[in-house]
Nanobody, 127 residues
Framework: QVQLVESGGGSVQAGGSLRLSCAAS????????VAWFRQAPGKEREGVAA????????????YYADSVKGRFTISQDNAKNTVYLQMNSLKPDDTAMYYC????????????????WGQGTQVTVSS
């Protein structure tokens, strides 16, 4: 059974940092896209960061939403089947449930094509 398990969420003050982890079992990130999405109550799920875990693609293999560029960094450890999201300079607008996803998407920052999802980890940023 394929499972993705997120961890590392919590409550922080604005300007603080958190690192989220996504551990995979029954699934290998190699040659797949991995991504982080987030969703706040009453809002649509949005792509935050995505990374190709195999060979580097033409034009770059890492993509970020404009709202998090320069603040968030996605990385991977294939040996541990784990993907990370380092979040710095957090803002109250970053408050959401964060989900890890993997698959072969049509667009790296949109849900279609991501066939595996974690349960989510809550991030709360206080002003």
């Amino acid at each position: 059974q394929v499972q993705l398990v997120e961890s590392g969420g919590g409550s922080v003050q604005a300007g603080g940092s958190l690192r989220l982890s996504c551990a995979a079992s029954g699934f290998t990130f190699s040659s797949k896209w991995v991504a982080w999405f987030r969703q706040a109550p009453g809002k649509e799920r949005e792509g935050v960061a995505a990374r190709y875990t195999g060979d580097i693609l033409a034009g770059g293999a890492t993509y970020y939403a404009d709202s998090v560029k320069g603040r968030f960094t996605i990385s991977q450890d294939n040996a541990k089947n784990t993907v990370y999201l380092q979040m710095n300079s957090l803002k109250p607008d970053d408050t959401a449930m964060y989900y890890c996803a993997a698959g072969r998407p049509f667009n790296s920052l949109t849900p279609p094509g991501y066939n595996n999802w974690g349960q989510g980890t809550q991030v709360t940023v206080s002003s």
